[in-house]
Each structure stands twice: as C-alpha cells, then as structure tokens.
C-alpha cells in the first residue's frame, strides 16, 4: 500500500502570505493518479488540483500544483479568507488502489 | 449536474451490520470511465477511503476492512450501496460516496453531502 505523508500537520499563516503544502508518497506515483482537495468544516472535499498539476473547473489561479514521483506539492500563491481549510492529496494506482494523505489544515494565524 | 446523496440509517448496534445507499442523478451510473465509490472520516480525523465499484460489479477494497466491506450496483435505480459488517465504535464517522473518474487522469469529481453514522448500543 502506499502511504502519502503530508507536511506540516498545521500551517498558521495570515491572508496575503504564500502557503505551501508538502505530500510525499511512499513508493513512487504516477504524476496522472495524484489528486488535491480543499475541505471545509462541515462540508465534502472539493476537487482542487488533478493530475498533479492541473486545476479542476472554477478553481482560481492561485491554487498550483507541481512534483513527480514521490513528492508532490500544493502552492496557494496568496491566501484569501476562504481558503482557510484542510487539504488533502490522494494517490491512485494499483491494487488496493486508493489512498489519501492525512492532512494539513491551514489555520488563520 | 451530477449529484450523490447518501441514505441510511444514522445508528447502528455494535457487532451488526451498517447499509448505506448512493443515489446518483443528473447522470447515469452506467454511463462513462467511472467508478463508484465509498470513503469515511471520523471526527477530526482524515479521510479513509473503503472500497468502489464499476458498473460491472467489478469491486476493489480497502485491504484493512476488505473482509468486512460489501460494495454492490443497481443500475436499474441508479444507486449503489455500502454493507458493512460487524461494526464497533471505530467504525463511527461521516461515510462519504463519490465517483471517480479514471482515464488519462483519476481523481473524484463529485461527492455526495456525507451522512453521519453512529455505532452506539
């Protein structure tokens, strides 16, 4: 099974400021199978980032994507108010098939 | 639009078995490269996810409940279903359903709202 770590557990940072979100994976994944989601007290995840590096519908351009292999990263150039949530990445590939990081929730410092 | 909604039971005994239902519309569940699957999040936690399905029932489990989990399909209602068996507390959380696109690229693109189950005596 592979296993995403995802790093830092918790981000303080304050809108405006640039937030980078670390997944590293196990064993190597394919760049096509790694996913990132935003998710909201309350509420399902939100499809953010596909393929690694590219952002699904309606998703704004400061949300970004990037990596290969065994690490992969989400980069939120400046934070708005909104996206203050918990993201996680999610890997797909051959049996068992699915797996997701643990999570790293970015808090309003 | 396509749209998931979770039903079933919000408690469930100890040691019994928990079902839940996805109802699919604006789409067909037959229709395109997807599958149809189920994920949990206990409070506070992350996300677990349990196992999908494909039209043709083909099924892949989450190797840590695979001998507990059953996915199955009615393609004729449009639904596909979670029974999940002998739960314990452990087993209390938010049970998601979504379905996964697979093609060049895999990922989900649409959730249903979650429904909370409670594994309680």
């Known amino acids: 099974e592979i296993v995403l770590t995802q790093s830092p557990g918790t981000l303080s940072l304050s809108p405006g400021e640039r937030a980078t979100l670390s997944c590293r994976a196990s064993q190597s994944v394919s760049s096509s199978y790694l996913a990132w989601y935003q998710q909201k007290p309350g509420q399902a995840p939100r499809l953010l980032i596909y393929?690694?590096?590219s952002r699904a519908t309606g998703i704004p351009d400061r949300f970004s994507g990037s990596g290969s292999g065994t690490d992969f990263t989400l980069t939120i150039s400046r934070l708005e108010p909104e996206d203050f949530a918990v993201y996680y990445c999610?890997?797909?590939?051959?049996?068992?098939?699915?797996?997701f990081g643990g999570g790293t929730k970015v808090e309003i410092k | 639009q396509v749209q998931l909604q979770e039903s079933g039971p919000g408690l469930v005994k100890p040691s019994q078995t928990l079902s839940l239902t996805c109802t699919v519309s604006?789409?067909?569940?037959?229709?395109?490269?997807?599958?149809w699957s189920w994920i949990r999040q206990p409070a506070g936690k992350g996300l677990e996810w349990i196992g999908r399905?494909?039209?043709?029932?083909?099924?892949n489990y989450n190797p840590s409940l695979k001998s507990r989990v059953t996915i199955s399909v009615d393609t004729s209602k449009n639904q596909f279903s979670l029974k999940l068996s002998s739960v314990t507390a452990a087993d209390t959380a938010v049970y998601y359903c979504a379905r996964l696109r697979f093609a060049v690229v895999t990922y989900f693109d649409y959730w249903g709202q979650g429904t909370l189950v409670t594994v309680s005596s």
């Open positions: 399905i494909y039209t043709s029932g083909s099924t």
């Open positions: 999610q890997q797909y590939g051959s049996s068992p098939g699915l797996t």
């Open positions: 604006g789409g067909s569940i037959s229709s395109g490269s997807y599958y």
């Open positions: 393929g690694a590096s």
